[in-house]
T-cell receptor, first 114, second 109 residues
Framework: KAGVTQTPRYLIKTRGQQVTLSCSPI?????VSWYQQTPGQGLQFLFE???????NKGNFPGRFSGRQFSNSRSEMNVSTLELGDSALYLC?????????????FGPGTRLTVT | QQQVKQSPQSLIVQKGGISIINCAYE??????FPWYQQFPGKGPALLIA?????SEKKEGRFTISFNKSAKQFSLHIMDSQPGDSATYFC????????FGQGTELSVKP
């Protein structure tokens, strides 16, 4: 079974631009979550989508948004990029249910903002 | 607002030794306490998890000890191997994962 895939793997953007990251979950997984990983703040939850609806949201500004499509694939968008947005963005998928703590992470998209 | 605190930040252990990583949490409403392992260039991968009504869970060389009254839990890696060298994250789950800051483990041959 193929794992979680994320595209692109690396991205360089300039301050003020916007960016869209893509995530394809494991086949059969309906929940997709996004996390930001930085050396200073560690791993922080951004949001979770299930059946095209945002079920949970972390403490990030409105510049961070996401969506999920009917095939469970998800995208996240960051508008008006800031230098502090440079991070590894991780997507994770899981089955809906009791064991949802069991998240399967992709390799991440490394975003650099200059 | 850091709800899960992890220590130490880094750890060096000799091959065959025991690696111990500790975590403490603040919110009592968490449902599960998983541990994730991350290798460079990879996303985190679930290692082992425990429910708050269980005091210990063992899977192979990995054991979680859980102290509900102290709001603390720890990961023990027995017979540590160089292949265990990675970053370990404790986490707490209630609808979303709240991660600790991570521990970089290095196992020396």
């Amino acid at each position: 079974k193929a794992g979680v895939t994320q595209t692109p793997r690396y991205l360089i953007k300039t301050r003020g631009q916007q960016v869209t990251l893509s995530c394809s979950p494991i086949s059969g997984h309906r929940s997709v979550s996004w996390y930001q990983q930085t050396p200073g703040q560690g791993l922080q939850f951004l949001f979770e989508y299930f059946s095209e609806t945002q079920r949970n949201k972390g403490n990030f500004p409105g510049r961070f948004s996401g969506r999920q499509f009917s095939n469970s694939r998800s995208e996240m968008n960051v508008s008006t990029l800031e230098l502090g947005d440079s991070a590894l963005y991780l997507c994770a998928s899981s089955f809906l249910g009791v064991a949802s703590y069991e998240q399967y992470f992709g390799p991440g998209t490394r975003l650099t903002v200059t | 607002q850091q709800q899960v605190k992890q220590s130490p930040q880094s750890l060096i252990v000799q091959k065959g030794g025991i690696s111990i990583i500790n975590c403490a949490y603040e919110n009592t409403a968490f449902d599960y306490f998983p541990w994730y392992q991350q290798f460079p260039g990879k996303g985190p991968a679930l290692l082992i998890a425990i429910r708050p009504d269980v005091s210990e869970k063992k899977e192979g060389r990995f054991t979680i000890s859980f102290n509900k009254s102290a709001k603390q839990f720890s990961l023990h890696i027995m017979d540590s191997q160089p292949g265990d060298s990675a970053t370990y994250f404790c986490a707490a789950w209630r609808g979303k994962l709240i991660f600790g800051q991570g521990t970089e483990l290095s196992v020396k041959p």
